[in-house]
């Protein structure tokens, strides 16, 4: 049994105008839809009525997703899917190094892993923007818990309180949420040059402010 892409609506996308695939649901690709008319004559002709989003047929046409993407099948048709874990490539052992690596660094800076672990995955692993962002989610849920298991019994070294701040917590957490929920629907909505253009803004901040020089110093 094949596997269905992340992102797919429906196949109610299924026939939808497009210009490339990527403005098609995840899976689906761009297709001219050309339509052979005879003639009066009994000429016939192939006529181009638009691209739209359809199965893919081969692995060529899942090239646009990413060199790592292939055709497969499913039970209602067949999808562009990133190739499956198992076996293991040369690519897949760079990336766990660089996200393991990456992880440490953003734990020990506090600075989430987004950052870190999207343009890895994407530039690296081969993962669509589109895909690349939910497993980065995944990943920074996973180093959360573990960061939480490690600072969450140690006490603050001047007060009579835990180190975490869980007043500040509850009152930042609901914001989270809410753009995380705007952030997921976003990512269903906007296209990938759209979702890279505003990545690289990000990152281009969080380096920025990574790197300038404090404001104040604590005493």
């Known amino acids: 049994m094949g596997r269905k892409p ?45 691209d739209t989003c359809q199965y893919c047929e081969n692995n060529t046409q899942c090239e646009v997703w990413g060199d790592l993407y292939e055709c497969n099948p499913s039970d209602s048709g067949h999808y562009c899917v990133h190739k499956d874990l198992w076996p293991l490539v040369a690519r897949d052992y760079l990336v766990t190094a660089l996200l393991l690596f990456g992880g440490m660094i953003a734990a020990g800076g506090g600075i989430g892993g987004g950052g870190v672990f999207i343009p890895v995955l994407i530039l690296v692993g081969g993962f669509s ?6 497993l980065s989610n995944l990943l920074i ?9 490690q600072m969450g019994p140690k006490r603050h070294p001047l007060v009579d309180r835990p180190l975490i701040d869980y007043n500040i917590a509850l009152i930042m957490q609901p914001i989270a949420l809410a753009g995380t929920i705007l952030g997921v629907l976003f990512n269903q909505l906007f296209p990938d040059w759209l979702i890279l253009g505003l990545l690289i803004i990000v990152l281009v901040v969080s380096v920025w402010r990574t790197g300038a020089p ?4 604590l005493d």
């Not at 849920?141 to 298991?149: D, K």
Request: glycine content about 10%.
């Open 6 to 50: 992340m992102l797919l609506t429906s196949d109610e996308d299924l026939g939808v105008n497009c210009t490339s695939s990527l403005n098609c649901a995840g899976g689906l690709v761009c297709v001219a839809d050309n339509t052979t008319i005879t003639g009066s004559n009994d000429t016939t002709s192939n006529i181009t009525l638009s």
């Open 129 to 134: 923007p589109k895909h690349a962002i939910p």
């Open 141 to 149: 849920g996973g180093a959360s818990i573990a960061n939480y298991i």
């Open 214 to 217: 404090p404001t104040f110093v």
